[in-house]
């Protein structure tokens, strides 16, 4: 034990040797900690970083915790979707299945050409090595980290300071469209945005094959993400960047240009197989056809951006006292105090220096956007692909260009730069913004009055205007300062804004006990129980079947089957869409005869203190969570029957909905080509499923007339049958499902999932990741020497 003492100061100076060596390792080294120390509590054990509890505001889960209260309910659509997403795709990887349908909603739907699913994001992976709980909480963590890495990498390759560029990342990585997008897809495509600046920048520095990969592999990732539209305007942005770089590039602006268009083009490439199965899925979405007939601005107030600087201006997410606009999500924007306070001494002092314009035009732009200025609706019809996009997603796009301009402020108030107009700029930005956010509270106070909030405005302001002039008085101290920043300025700098983003980053995503991850109510596990032997459809609750190995006809998808939602839409409402046209189908939904029936619905879920009326329906189960009614009357998934006739869509949905076809004597077949056989009449015979996976479906039939195979399962693009081992077309029967034409006897059909955009997907993307390695690996090719 004496020799211990000696080893472990030999060690710690050993260490402190190589960080002073290595000083941007272990600056990279302390981002990648920090969200550790800020959310690791929900590594302990009995803890999770999820807003599951959402489920306990619906009685059947909330009879397990009566008093449970829900902690965050705007994250919702992680709760219902997300996760349960998230970890039926960890259980499939984990048993050595990629899953690419989902059988358990919307009667069916592509599960891997889902983008929100993201199952080829290397962080999704983790969720099939490690434990749910921990796995949900280490890749929302990991996420924080690769942001403030890749945002410091940036920063420092455009030779900003180490401190600066290490606050810049810290306000990236802890800024309000990390925090609350944190466990959406949308936070994923947004870590890309550095990396994807960072890459341009490399390949503007010379002729390095190394660089151009790098874009390109960047580019896929943010494609994996999961967030198609965040990686999209990421894109866009990266190439204003790559433009406005272009001038006085090394070796010409033409090579620079065609170099970065080529990793980026490549990195789309090697995206394909995400890429064509989504837009295969897109083009067949509710979500589409409702924002190219129809999509409706939507923006911020100039009144919102109060957020920026004080998050909990319009109150929490918790409790229902949040009374802004929209959703707390939308405009919780923040970056701190720091990056606002050295802004104008970026533009005074450093105006020529790498990026400021850039980012401050970046930062104009996109608040136009955001806030729906005059012109920007001509911007989204000039740019293709932007008119489709979400203008509140644009926050993102102010966020990282704040931190940017921040960094370089921080940097030029470091060396003491800046006059008396610098002084005054910031001085003046500061009054400005302190005068309009006290003119805000007055005028909201009426408002803020009769809101239920638990804190206090006005303290908040209070604490607000005493950080952001601290953080004032520290960059005015720098200006015109003659000897660099030392360590205490740093410090203090640090403080100020840790002190601003922590109370939105340590508080909005809730840390639960794991025992109240996705429990199964009593009433769920007498679906399992009943369903194992009678086996049909439930109608539950969206997306959550999935997780109990039940088949659920509603859902909750960002694009969805658009057949499947417009059959359960009888009235065609838009009102029953959400706004932006993602598709929420409630059980309710396909409760209307004869949906129930055709849809093969065996049982339906309803709350403790409602009621099923009619014959068809029987009270099977009854307890302090719900009511489990049986459907007598519910077809089978899988039948035969002996009459069919052609109808194009509008014809066959009226048929439907007002009941002038039977069903279960006869099929409407879509897009017919040639006459149909005579109908047969009598016994149409028998058909029972031996096989139900999720890309494949084996049905034994037997009949004594020639008939059609009629399954209950959403009709899409890449399904195909096989009779008896041979090849035969699949019928898109009853506006969205499928049918096989069967001669009389018995016969083995097989559906299989095989989607042609999947393959052609996999193949692009094989030759660019061969592309990808001879950029990285061959050697450079030798010039001649003339002799």
Known sequence: MRGAGPR????????????????????????????????GRALLPGRVLSPADILFLTPTWKALAPGLAVANPTLSDVAVALHPWLILAGRELAHGHFPLWNPYAYAGAPFFANPNTALLFPLTWLAAVLPVATALTVIAILKLSAAGCGMYWFLRVLRIGRPAAWVGALAFMLSGSMIVWLE?????????????????????????????????LVTAVAFFAGYPQGAYLGLLAAGAWALSRAVGAPGGALPFLARAAAGAVLGGVLAAVQLLPFLEYMRDSAAFVYRTEWMPLLTLSLRAAAAFFIPYYYGGPAGGEYWGEWNFNEIALTVGLIPWAVAPLAVAAA???????????????????????????????????????????????VAFPLCALGAIGLDAAAAGAGTRRARWAVAGAFLLIVALLFAALVDDWASISHARLTGSPALE???????????????LARVGASAPAGPGWWAAVIAVQLATLLPLAATYNPVTESRWLYPAPPAVAHLQREMSRDPGRVLLEANLPALYGLSDVSGYDSLAPRRIDRLLR?????????????????????????????????RVVVWPNAALFGARFTLEYEGPDARVYRNDQALPRARLVGRARCAEDDAALRLIWQRGVDLRREVLLADCTAPLPDPTSGDEGSARIVEDGWERVRIATDAAAPTWLVLADTWFTGWRAWVDGREQPVWRANYAFRAVRLEPGSHDVVFRYRPGSLLLGLSLSAVAALICVGLVFLPPRRRRVAE
């Open 8 to 39: 472990i100061g030999q060690a710690a100076r050993r260490l402190i040797e190589a960080g002073r060596r290595h000083p941007d390792a272990v600056a990279a080294l302390t981002l990648f900690l920090l969200p550790w120390a800020l959310l």
């Open 351 to 397: 105006w020529r220096r790498t990026g400021t314009r850039f980012f401050l035009g970046m930062a104009l732009v996109a608040a136009a956007m955001l806030y729906g200025l005059p012109g920007t609706g001509a911007l989204r019809a000039i740019v293709p692909g932007l008119s489709l996009a979400i203008n509140l997603r644009f926050g993102a796009l």
């Open 570 to 602: 009888p009235t065609g409402d838009v009102q029953l869409q959400s706004i932006t046209g993602s598709s929420y189908l409630s059980p309710l939904s396909g409760l209307a005869p004869p949906l129930i029936d055709m849809l093969a619905v065996r």
């Open 461 to 475: 302001y209070t604490a607000f205007l005493a950080l952001f002039t601290s953080a004032v008085l520290l960059v």
């Open 184 to 216: 959406f897809p949308i936070s994923s495509a947004f870590l890309c945005m550095p990396l994807l600046f960072a890459a341009v920048e490399r390949i503007r520095e010379g002729p390095d094959r190394r660089a151009v990969a790098a874009l390109a």
